[in-house]
């Protein structure tokens, strides 16, 4: 009982820190912590397109939170002697989480076409916003296929 008090306090923690990212990204803050981001000036922070991605990374925070009380309350269901449904709600938070990180890298994809397109109609060079946004894909598609590759292919052998 005393490891799922500090799983608690623990997934408690993270909660609060990924309400605290969503809060902020959806309010146009904190925008550099988003892979990709980290050498962006002020001024292209202040993008429409990197306002749009500080949104969409918002909802995936409280995606990531929601995920987090899902597996804390499925996990309490089974200690109080309830349904074990432990192992539906691994695949839902999964499934949660790469499908709004899809949603977010579909969407920012979408905007970067059409980014292309406005500067190519304008004969203007390529936003940097778009090359950042791009970037962020690729890195947050890296972190996903890591965690999978964890999820299911290290902690089954693990168990053993």
Not at 36 to 45: P, S
Not at 81 to 89: C, S
């Amino acid at each position: 009982m005393s490891e799922l008090v500090v799983g608690t306090i623990l997934v408690l923690l993270i909660g609060a820190l990924f309400l605290a990212l969503a809060w902020n990204y959806w309010h146009g803050r904190w925008l550099r912590s988003i892979a990709g981001n980290t050498v962006a000036t002020d001024e292209e922070l202040a993008s429409p397109e990197q306002k749009r991605l500080g949104k969409r990374m918002s909802a995936v925070m409280l995606v990531c939170t929601a995920a987090l009380l899902l597996l804390l309350g499925s996990t309490y269901v089974r200690e109080l002697g309830g349904f074990d449904f432990v192992g539906i709600a691994i695949f839902a938070a999964i499934g949660g989480i790469v499908g709004s990180c899809a949603w977010a890298c579909l969407a920012t994809w979408r905007d970067n076409r059409a980014i292309r397109k406005r500067s190519q109609q304008d004969s203007e060079p390529l936003s940097e916003d778009a090359k950042l946004d791009r970037r962020a894909g690729i890195v947050l598609a890296i972190i996903l296929g890591i965690y999978l590759v964890v999820s299911f292919v290290v902690a089954p052998l693990a168990k053993g």
